[in-house]
């Protein structure tokens, strides 16, 4: 019989005592840990099909991170554009300037001798091009058109001011469309 020596608390401090142990508890004592040493076949293959999962989800956020990344230059570049052919519309004069003025053809070759924001309307630029019509390089696969009418806003009335729509296509097809006055002043 195997005994183990337990401390056990009393009145005056504490004090040792033998405790009678089972016998099969003693021989367990003495006999080497029953301790895994390795891992199954179906927890390796469990662990495996985890991985591959979470590794697939992650290639697959930062495929589509990689994909989107060039649609905010493409949308900044369509913005660029509509901007500049805005500003390029909205310097010209309200009305034919007296006497004369560019009475057309109104193409994109003839945009130099554009005089006044009407001779704009219609106006479409397959591939983005110069007031000279020299294309401009890395904007072949932008497109624009401008689309000229009367509006009223604020305190002008609809005969003194015109709407200018500028509206680029990017190359992924995506449009965007953006809009000015111009009063007659």
Known sequence: MCTRQWRVAS???WAKRSVP????RCWARYALPNLQTGVSLIEAVLFMVVVSVALAVLVKAFDQAAVASADPVLRR???AIAQALLEEVSVK???NPTPGG???PYNATTRSLFDDVMDYNGLTLNGISDLSGAAVAGLAGY???VAVAAAAFGAVPAGAGWRITITTTDPAGR???LEGYRANY
Do not use: C, E, R
């Open 11 to 13: 009145i005056v401090g």
């Open 21 to 24: 142990n089972d016998p099969p």
């Open 77 to 79: 570049q369509a913005l």
């Open 93 to 95: 004069d309200f009305a």
């Open 102 to 104: 560019y009475a057309g």
């Open 143 to 145: 497109n624009a058109s």
């Open 175 to 177: 449009t965007l469309a």
